[in-house]
Nanobody
Framework: QAWLVESGGGLVQVGGSLRLSCAAS??????????MAWFRQAPGKVREFVAL????????EYAESVKGRFAISRNNAENTVYLQMNTLEPEDTAVYYC?????????????????WGPGTQVTVSS
């Protein structure tokens, strides 16, 4: 049974930065075989796509709302994906979820993933 565990969430002031991590365990194939993504869900809203990265890091994709502020990366040797979040805004407040899908694609709306993490809370105070 594979599972994902996020870490790095917390409370930060407007304009601050946070780095989220997501560690994968129990995968039956190599971590590089998975497209990894971050989603987020604010209270009363649907879960929305934030960023994704292909298995070899050659491909990344971002939601318009985070382009230029967030950066996704991965370390296949450590089975970990990261989300560096800069210039944070109150609108970024949400629970952030890590997701994995085996293969070279990952549908983002609606999300079509194989595994979800339990989420980590990010709160941006003004």
């Amino acid at each position: 049974q594979a599972w994902l565990v996020e870490s790095g969430g917390g409370l930060v002031q407007v304009g601050g930065s946070l780095r989220l991590s997501c560690a994968a365990s129990g995968l039956t194939v190599g971590f590089g075989a998975f497209t990894m993504a971050w989603f987020r869900q604010a209270p009363g809203k649907v879960r929305e796509f934030v960023a994704l990265i292909g298995g070899t890091e050659a491909y990344t994709e971002y939601a318009e709302s985070v382009k230029g502020r967030f950066a996704i990366s991965r370390n296949n040797a450590e089975n970990t994906v990261y989300l560096q979040m800069n210039t944070l805004e109150p609108e970024d407040t949400a629970v952030y979820y890590c997701a994995a899908r085996r293969g070279s694609t990952l549908k983002t709306s609606p999300p079509d993933v194989d595994y979800w993490g339990p989420g980590t809370q990010v709160t941006v105070s003004s």
